[in-house]
């Protein structure tokens, strides 16, 4: 399943001269996001159940071109859930800096 399309942001805590205050976010460039999923960090992913409630899976994500990619089964919740629900959001953090981290949102792609 690949994710499209993405906004990244990152915490203004990391950045102490955003006019956004601490705990707001922000648009960053997309090389700092392609850091952090080409480094071996963990990504939240969180996916929709088909009654709406919400679950979340740490994955491992890879890179190809413009695309986020989750190597997954189509047996799998996750697949089924993002099959059914397509928009997405993730979250990865360095592991060595854990306020080092970006979120991205997108669309899945089968």
Excluded: F
């Amino acid at each position: 399943m690949a994710a499209s399309g993405h906004i990244a942001r990152a915490a203004a805590a990391d950045h102490p001269n955003h006019p956004c205050g601490k705990g707001e976010t922000m648009t960053i460039p997309i090389p700092h996001v392609r850091q952090l999923l080409d480094a071996p960090n963990y990504v939240h992913l969180p996916t929709l159940r088909a009654d709406g409630s919400p679950r979340n899976w740490v994955v491992w994500m890879g890179l190809e071109d413009d695309h986020n990619l989750v190597c997954t089964s189509d047996a799998i919740w996750k697949a089924k859930d993002m099959r059914r629900h397509p928009r997405a959001a993730m979250s990865v953090a360095d592991m060595a800096n854990p306020y080092h981290m970006a979120a991205v949102q997108g669309r899945v792609k089968p």
